[in-house]
């Protein structure tokens, strides 16, 4: 027996904050994976942190099985950057843990067991969704996409290298997103910053948020 499950991460969120009283995320997904590999082929536990048994043990517990395989992660996502690590490995050793028992989670029930352990990013539904990370439930799939660029830079600190909001929100980040050919300009020159002055990232933030980022969340928001 041999089950393998892939689950994407994220460049950040494209939006994050509030909606009708409820916290939203805009979910932002890219090519890059967290990989769990489930066999009787090796015995053990390989590559996973507390979340990660957590969810093991968690999916165990649900299922009523005992666990007489090996189980083995691997990422290609930067750790502690914003870019949904965690959320992707937990979700990968849940759903790998499931099908090796003959079962299956859907999106839903993931979302639901991932923000059981930790706040989640929704990387377990297809594309790009809005969705309520603290219960992982879906709010609503996102259609109308506009093609956009984003630029990431590591200012250190071990935080994020994610920039999307300089508003320090309610899961405690602080960071803004450089978004289409306009934010181009503004990350080449944030590339340039020698990170002497910590002010400075958040005149940079606000001259982003302000000039760039809400007109183009507006579009994605008008869909809600």
């Given at each position: 027996?041999k089950?393998?499950?892939?689950?994407?991460g994220?460049?950040?969120?494209l939006?994050?904050?509030?909606?009708q009283?409820?916290p939203?995320l805009?979910?932002?997904?890219i090519e890059?994976?967290s990989?769990?590999?489930?066999?009787?082929?090796?015995?053990?536990?390989e590559?996973?942190?507390?979340?990660?048994l957590a969810?093991?043990e968690?999916?165990?517990?649900?299922?009523?099985?005992?666990?007489?395989?090996?189980?083995r992660?691997?990422?290609?996502?930067p750790?502690?950057?914003?870019?949904?690590?965690?959320s992707?490995d937990?979700?990968?050793v849940?759903q790998?843990?499931?099908?090796?028992?003959?079962k299956?989670?859907s999106?839903?029930?993931?979302?639901?067991?991932?923000?059981?352990?930790e706040?989640?990013?929704?990387?377990?539904?297809?594309g790009?969704?809005?969705?309520?990370?603290?219960t992982?439930?879906?709010?609503?799939?996102?259609?109308?996409?506009?093609?956009f660029q984003?630029a990431?830079?590591?200012?250190?600190?071990?935080?994020?290298?994610?920039?999307?909001?300089?508003?320090?929100d309610f899961l405690?980040?602080?960071?803004?997103e450089i978004?289409l050919d306009?934010g181009?300009?503004?990350?080449?020159?944030?590339f340039e910053?020698?990170g002497?002055d910590?002010e400075e990232?958040?005149r940079i933030g606000?001259?982003i948020?302000h000039?760039?980022?809400?007109?183009?969340?507006?579009?994605?928001?008008?869909?809600?």
């Amino acid at each position: 027996m041999k089950v393998v499950v892939k689950m994407r991460g994220t460049c950040g969120e494209l939006a994050q904050g509030f909606f009708q009283g409820e916290p939203l995320l805009i979910t932002c997904p890219i090519e890059k994976f967290s990989t769990v590999v489930v066999s009787d082929e090796f015995a053990g536990v390989e590559g996973l942190g507390e979340k990660s048994l957590a969810m093991l043990e968690n999916v165990l517990k649900i299922f009523g099985a005992e666990k007489n395989f090996g189980v083995r992660l691997t990422s290609e996502l930067p750790r502690g950057k914003g870019m949904a690590s965690s959320s992707a490995d937990i979700a990968a050793v849940a759903q790998a843990v499931a099908l090796s028992l003959n079962k299956n989670f859907s999106p839903a029930e993931l979302g639901k067991l991932c923000a059981a352990i930790e706040p989640t990013d929704g990387i377990f539904y297809l594309g790009v969704v809005a969705m309520n990370p603290l219960t992982g439930c879906l709010v609503k799939k996102i259609r109308a996409q506009e093609k956009f660029q984003i630029a990431v830079f590591d200012y250190g600190g071990g935080a994020t290298g994610v920039f999307i909001t300089c508003t320090h929100d309610f899961l405690g980040t602080d960071r803004f997103e450089i978004l289409l050919d306009g934010g181009k300009i503004i990350a080449q020159r944030a590339f340039e910053y020698d990170g002497s002055d910590p002010e400075e990232v958040h005149r940079i933030g606000q001259k982003i948020e302000h000039a760039l980022y809400v007109e183009t969340i507006d579009k994605l928001l008008k869909e809600l």
